[in-house]
């Protein structure tokens, strides 16, 4: 299985009562369809997955599934504290339809992650896995980096295929796709530095934004294959004030305002994450309307 | 509610299925009543908390409770990733016979942990609460501090009684111990800064070595309490060796491989921790050793 | 040489024009006689050591030797970025009847700063010098720890008498009280966390809030000398907010903003350093007199 | 002025004994010449700026102007800690014959660094100078970051003309593209993400490896200016090994070994840094000579 392409990392929706709001959900997939994703990140960091039940990250994923109806590439987060849970949460995810799983290293007990610690639990969870692995690096919310040294042992094993890397770290993201295995998908993990990670190497990336402005990001996906490296930038450099809104400034409430005024269901987070107060929201709102009005003026 | 004195933050037994050993962690209580320990940490850091599912931390509530037979105060370790789960935990761990829970800040989602933020995830869990709420700084597994100032603001809530800071930061811990509402606990975090600690107005600590030699802790409160500082200190150089090792350098694994040793019942933690292997096994034997021997002949 | 009791790390005045302003040094230091304090450390950070040039240290060094005329024990700051300058100034200093030389490990090229440079660095120094070399740990400043093995091994050298250290890591302090070779000195390197020092086994002190409040300080440790814990605790608590003024928070501005309200010459600092802004006066002459009046009251 | 191309960070040379090496210098210059780097970075990192007296660093300037015969853009380090050196440091460069000078952040009371102060650091020095001034941030070696915010305010002072940015974050590198004045140049501060950089506007860069491999180096910056992507991040990818070794993990002794085995003159570094061991030697002879031998395959 090799990753290539443009995957939303899609938030949860919940109602006001802070149940799934299936629905909903359901009209944001009917939305997405038409777009040029190619496919979503399930119950990943945006998905609030600390905050979701087992059981409710299952039925999240039978839904997508459903939803999708081999429209998209699905990959679901689910990554647990516990090597036996991911293990066990891989397997329902694969019953369910997902055809990928995307896995943090542990992280609470940081202090005892030891190279081989780290190795065992990812080797034990792709031994289990029917799908494929893709690690999933996030040291801002983990506190704990996946280095490219670990990662590229770990692309040898024969159902680990891939990593999503947020860390940001550009000469990491460089030395993986140096050194991991052939056939080991590497992704950018964020949109703010979606361009200078396909110079080096990467297949596509995971994005924030691309939940809301699909078609922009894809253009700079589209200028970079067809060599317009000017073209790449200018989307590139415009696509970073909207992407940190709805990422590491104001987190997955920022990104629920920004899908609330985009025409989508964005909705509340669940405690303890808060809806963004008034002033954020309309800081997203602007913020997104001067994008949405470039690449509107540069794609006419 | 007034902590004070010596608590253990109790490791979770498992046998070597996987599953919460009840026969062991009768051996290991029944011990423990023979000793000077004030209270036990159930389900904290030490008892691997995020490792056990919703009800298995009620069992271990239960167990404890029904074999304490009242002869310790017992701290519940109920954070839970959601607000409304840490919640529901605590209700829990009231009805399981608990006097207080032990509740972390937010961490997965830290760059949204606004004063705001923290303080409603708090008061929330403390207003559900039928017993005390403890709160609990972990930075070294959590990658996020909580701070004097928002630790003072939280003190004035009427069911927030404490706190557990295992940051090491004296100055912090002086500024708690200054500016928090009166009544209100502070806490050590470790035995290997309780006479610091206690020097600056600490009421008690939470020590892992607590588990393993609660006589020689009690001799630091003693020692202290009756101003013999000279003995104090002596005890508190020495003892911070063995702390370090079943804490910050081998981590819980560390802390089991020495209960072993040490005649109580340790065991395997849950992977995605890992037995130490033979050599650290072999360190933490010889450090034990030579503490105890310490320890017999300072005090004989 | 054994270093023992409280030292202030004075700040060097200079005229508005910002020339080393010696009247208003002797000023000083004629205030200073007649304090409790047993010692002056000269040209520290406290004394914007990077801001002076070689000769103007060397002059500093004389003249605060003249001016003391035997009542105080000297420690002049002679770190310099390179090996051979710190060897060289650190002769000048003793030529200039300083009586021991204070020394930061190098940090600039922190990335190469293996055990071994930083032993042949201290090792060349303490070598070169004819009077005792004292460590200076300042990881705020220097963006490097220097860690309790290091200092373990280093206290062996036979000109190498002591550490200054400023971490606040109270365990490491206590390891290095531990570890270190017999009659070796370790003193805190803040006002903020003396008591929990000395508790430890610190044998003394330098302290920016010393350069204002010597009598007090000097209360910290003689109750704890003669065992008033309680007394002890009161006054630490106390102090820290003035102490954090005048170091952490506001730097060398702000203990020269402290020192002019209390009828010191505190002066200018020299750029990149500025003076406090006026709100931040206000606020350092609040905590000033609000511990000032404390004091009087606990002390009469 | 527009900065553009590749410049190298060049060593200072030293003679056994421990002076400048002038002779050795004017060898390097000579093969430079020949080769395609457009500029020279003189006292920089690279060049042991902190080990080195004001009167060297002016010698230095000289020569090297002297040596380069106008055929270099040449950029003089000139910080030091105080401004009013670094501004007279910096008017030494120009009548030396340097064409921009290049300065840090305040870094060593880096907790007085506020907005403000550092904007009037570099305020001040630019006034000063009749060269334009580079901003340079370093923060592996400053322990600061000097954040895109302030690069942009700082971008439009007619004085200030670009900034060298060796932080590695490329986001941060993406946003001072963006948000800098037009005519600001932002500079890559490492050979390991030129390529990255470059994809998001840089217009050039300054590498170590630009020291030992010009060629290559210039061959990224060909490969991408004629839309050649692939090869460029073959190169890219390839560079990074041996550029990381003569900077961020053997630092400047790195550097140093490396040009002694590529024909230049590298020689000892100053104490405290310490000429790398043999192990390393090798070790960084192996991967000059893998990248060397995997270039001319390349380029044949």
Known sequence: MILKGMFAPIPTPFTPEGEIAFD???????HWKQTPLDGLVIAGSNGEWPLLSFSERVELFKACADL?????T?????????????AELSVAASEAGCHAVLVLPPHYYKGQNSPEAVMKYFTTVADASFVPVVLYNMPANTGWNLDWKLVSKLS??????????SSGDIVQISMICKNAAEDFSVFAGSGSFLLPSLAVGCSGATMGVANIFPEACRA?????????????RRLQLALIDINQAVTKRFGVPGLKAAMDHAGLYGGPPRPPLEPVVEKVRNEIIAIHDEFKEYYEEVSS
Request: charged residues 25%.
């Open 24 to 30: 909903a959900l359901e009209g944001n997939i009917r």
């Open 68 to 72: 999708s109806e081999g429209r998209f």
């Open 74 to 86: 699905l990959i679901a987060g689910t990554h647990c504290p516990s090597t036996s849970e991911t």
């Open 156 to 165: 040898t094993h024969r159902n680990i295929t891939g990593i999503k890397d």
């Open 220 to 232: 700079i996906f589209d200028a970079f294959a067809e060599g317009k490296m000017d073209m790449a």
